[in-house]
């Protein structure tokens, strides 16, 4: 049996939309992602950062519960006192 990338429950199985292995749950709570590629260009601004940095970010972002969008915003914001 697979695991949940986000939460670790058994019978996760992987799904299309998500691009990650999600149980039923975590599926549910979780938006669509898009391609790699899609979020170099979006992530990176047309930098071109070591294939190491972006596919770190990239398993991040997959296991993230935010759209593309709010996560730009949620890790490129400065956290504020």
């Known amino acids: 049996m697979s695991q949940c990338r986000i939460c670790g429950d ?3 199985r992987y799904r299309t939309a998500a691009r990650n292995v999600l149980c039923d749950s975590c599926s ?3 938006p669509a992602k898009c ?3 899609e ?3 979006e ?3 047309g930098d071109d950062p070591p294939l190491s940095v972006l596919r770190e970010f990239y398993a991040d972002y ?3 519960m935010h759209t593309l ?3 730009i915003k949620a ?3 400065e956290a504020h006192p």
Do not use: H, K, Q, V
């Open 35 to 37: 391609t790699l590629e």
């Open 43 to 45: 992530y990176f601004a």
């Open 62 to 64: 997959l296991a993230s």
């Open 39 to 41: 979020f170099r260009e």
């Open 10 to 12: 058994e019978g996760a």
């Open 75 to 77: 890790t490129t914001s």
């Open 28 to 30: 549910n709570d979780t």
């Open 69 to 71: 969008a709010e996560y």
